[in-house]
């Protein structure tokens, strides 16, 4: 798949929207991927996990022992590429502020690691689920993503193999094009949510 046919995908779920939209990260944006849409829906999900995947297994210069995905919006993606790849997947959940393993999951030191997520912007929850890996002595191999918003841009600290990759315009709310401030800003993502 390219970056042409997963947006096709997120098309015909319904998931490309077009608005003001304020960012997890808080940059606003015209444009929105509303992955809830694409993973409510069993097919979609799988079409875009298995083609991850296969990307990450022809990619990858590494064995993957385990998945590990942020909470919230990584854990549906980082299973279903899990199962996928034949590997189990575990999710990171914020705790005081930080995200942390909770439910009891544990990971070994050494252990090999893909670091799953749904969409980067800037990169900021795959750097802080990859710091929480890193302090229990697994090793993160990499980092994958359905879609990175960033156009390879985003920093995560180790390789992230994106299925598709588009620098969608994003901005500061203080510096907003004039097309953008004529229209109310919504925040349909998750991040902030009490």
Same mark, same amino acid.
Request: with cysteine; glycine share 10%.
């Given at each position: 798949?390219?970056?042409?046919?997963?947006?096709?995908?997120?098309?015909?779920?319904?998931?490309?929207?077009?608005?003001?939209?304020?960012?997890?990260?808080?940059?606003?944006?015209?444009?929105?991927?509303?992955?809830?849409?694409?993973?409510?829906?069993?097919?979609?999900?799988?079409?875009?996990?298995?083609?991850?995947? !296969?990307? @990450?297994?022809?990619? =990858?210069? &590494?064995?993957?022992? %385990?998945?590990?995905?942020? *909470?919230? +919006?990584?854990?549906?993606?980082?299973?279903?590429?899990?199962?996928?790849?034949?590997?189990?997947?575990?999710?990171?959940?914020?705790?005081?502020?930080?995200?942390?393993?909770?439910?009891?999951?544990?990971?070994?030191?050494?252990?090999?690691?893909?670091?799953?997520? !749904?969409? @980067?912007?800037?990169? =900021?929850? &795959?750097?802080?689920? %990859?710091?929480?890996?890193? *302090?229990? +002595?697994?090793?993160?191999?990499?980092?994958?993503?359905?879609?990175?918003?960033?156009?390879?841009?985003?920093?995560?600290?180790?390789?992230?193999?994106?299925?598709?990759?588009?620098?969608?315009?994003?901005?500061?709310?203080?510096?907003?094009?004039?097309?953008?401030?004529?229209?109310?800003?919504?925040?349909?993502? &998750?991040?902030?949510?009490?």
């Amino acid at each position: 798949m390219n970056t042409d046919d997963v947006l096709g995908v997120f098309r015909d779920a319904g998931a490309l929207l077009e608005g003001h939209f304020i960012l997890s990260s808080g940059l606003r944006s015209s444009v929105f991927l509303q992955k809830a849409f694409i993973f409510k829906n069993p097919v979609h999900t799988e079409t875009l996990c298995k083609a991850l995947a !296969d990307k @990450v297994k022809a990619k =990858l210069d &590494s064995d993957v022992d %385990i998945i590990v995905a942020p *909470a919230m +919006g990584g854990i549906i993606p980082g299973y279903e590429t899990a199962r996928h790849m034949a590997v189990e997947s575990l999710f990171v959940e914020r705790e005081n502020g930080e995200f942390t393993l909770r439910r009891g999951f544990t990971l070994e030191p050494g252990q090999k690691v893909l670091m799953v997520e !749904d969409i @980067v912007t800037t990169g =900021l929850s &795959s750097r802080e689920c %990859i710091a929480a890996i890193n *302090a229990t +002595g697994a090793v993160v191999v990499g980092g994958a993503c359905i879609f990175d918003r960033s156009g390879g841009e985003a920093d995560i600290g180790v390789p992230l193999i994106s299925l598709a990759s588009r620098k969608f315009p994003a901005f500061a709310a203080d510096d907003l094009p004039d097309e953008l401030k004529a229209i109310p800003a919504i925040k349909p993502g &998750s991040r902030g949510l009490k």
